[in-house]
C-alpha cells in the first residue's frame, strides 16, 4: 500500500507561482514506481497534469502543460514536486497526485492505483 499527501496548495493571483508537493509512504519504495500529478477543476473531469517516469527519470506528459508547470521527484525525500508557474484562473482545481504500480508512461486515470486527498489552488484574476 502506498499512502499519498499532497500540500502546498492555496489561493492566489493570477501570474503568481505555486508549488506542490506530494509525499509518499509505504511499499513498494517511492522511487521503484511513476507518479504523476492530475487536477479537477468544478463540474469537470479529472485530467492529466504532469507524470514522471521512475526508470528514465523523466518528466512526461502533454506540452500544454509543460510551458508553465514542471514536474520533477526527490526520492531521498520520497517526494513529487510540481512547479506551476504563471497561473491562470483557468487552473483553478484540486490537484491530485498519484501512484502507478507496474505501469509506465501513462497518462490515464484508471492506470494509477494510489491517490492522495488532494490539495485546493485556486486562482484569482
Known amino acids: 500500500q502506498v499512502q499519498l499527501v499532497e500540500s502546498g496548495g492555496g489561493l492566489v493571483q493570477a501570474g503568481a507561482s505555486l508549488r506542490l508537493s506530494c509525499v509518499a509512504s509505504?511499499?513498494?519504495?517511492?522511487?521503484?514506481?511513476?507518479m504523476a500529478w492530475f487536477r479537477q477543476a468544478p463540474g469537470k473531469e479529472r485530467e492529466f497534469v504532469l507524470g514522471h517516469n521512475w526508470s528514465a527519470d523523466s518528466p512526461y506528459g502533454p506540452e500544454s502543460m509543460k510551458g508553465r508547470f514542471s514536474i520533477s521527484r526527490d526520492n531521498a525525500k520520497s517526494t513529487l514536486y510540481l512547479q506551476m508557474n504563471s497561473l491562470k484562473p483557468e487552473d483553478t482545481a484540486v490537484y491530485y497526485c498519484?501512484?502507478?504500480?507496474?505501469?509506465?508512461?501513462?497518462?490515464?486515470?484508471?492506470?494509477?492505483?494510489?491517490w492522495g486527498p488532494g490539495t485546493q489552488v485556486t486562482v484569482s484574476s
Open positions: 509505504g511499499r513498494p519504495s517511492f522511487g521503484t514506481y511513476d
Open positions: 498519484a501512484a502507478s504500480i507496474g505501469i509506465s508512461w501513462s497518462q490515464r486515470r484508471d492506470e494509477f492505483h494510489y
